[in-house]
T-cell receptor
């Protein structure tokens, strides 16, 4: 059974703190993603990574950084947390897309989410 | 403009009804499309992929219209257990963009 785990379900931090959100997948997937989900805004892509030590900015990377030192682990870092970063953070992983095949190869598997509150 | 747009609803329908959601997208180079289901306080899970020819899985039918750049999801004979938020996803190579989700409530 595929599994994506996140280090915390709930987290409360103070403004200015450095925050680490960890994500681990056991499916040997190449791609990993960080999203935040807010009411009315849906899932917004923060960063993604298609290989170890590789990263790409998503739609809202400001205020965040990421680290992918090992294939199975993708970390999201809030260098100096702010109240507008209070949100649900979801990690996902997927296998690489194979050229010429139209199927569900891009299917993403999500972790349970981390509800982060910044006070 | 967002890459993926969805009507947020809510859609409130009686049991047994047929309900349809649409999702429009930009970037015609998109290669793959999906519908995900998200229950309250849970993570999204894949409901079905969407193929150009349209595909059906039981009471669920998904369609892709590349010319008009939209995908649709049709749910027939709605059940109480279909109540959830439905997210459309658009894949470009190795990344994915999602719509904001459409909330469906099926009532007895």
């Amino acid at each position: 059974d595929v599994k994506v785990t996140q280090s915390s379900r709930y987290l409360v931090k103070r403004t200015g703190e450095k925050v680490f959100l960890e994500c681990v997948q056991d499916m040997d997937h190449e791609n990993m993603f960080w999203y935040r989900q807010d009411p009315g805004l849906g899932l917004r892509l923060i960063y993604f990574s298609y290989d170890v030590k590789m990263k790409e900015k998503g739609d809202i990377p400001e205020g965040y950084s990421v680290s992918r030192e090992k294939k199975e682990r993708f970390s999201l870092i809030l260098e100096s947390a702010s109240t507008n970063q209070t949100s649900m953070y979801l990690c996902a992983s997927s296998s690489i897309r194979l050229a010429g095949i139209t199927s569900s190869y891009n299917e993403q598997f999500f972790g349970p989410g981390t509800r982060l509150t910044v006070l | 403009r967002k890459e993926v747009e969805q009507d947020p609803g809510p859609f409130n329908v009686p049991e047994g009804a047929t309900v349809a959601f649409n999702c429009t997208y930009s970037n015609s180079a998109s290669q793959s499309f999906f519908w995900y289901r998200q229950d309250c306080r849970k993570e999204p899970k894949l409901l079905m992929s969407v193929y150009s020819s349209g595909n059906e899985d039981g009471r669920f039918t998904a369609q892709l219209n590349r010319a008009s750049q939209y995908i649709s999801l049709l749910i027939r004979d709605s059940k109480l257990s279909d109540s959830a938020t439905y997210l459309c996803g658009k894949g470009n190579n190795n990344d994915m963009r999602f719509g904001a989700g459409t909330r469906l409530t099926v009532k007895p």
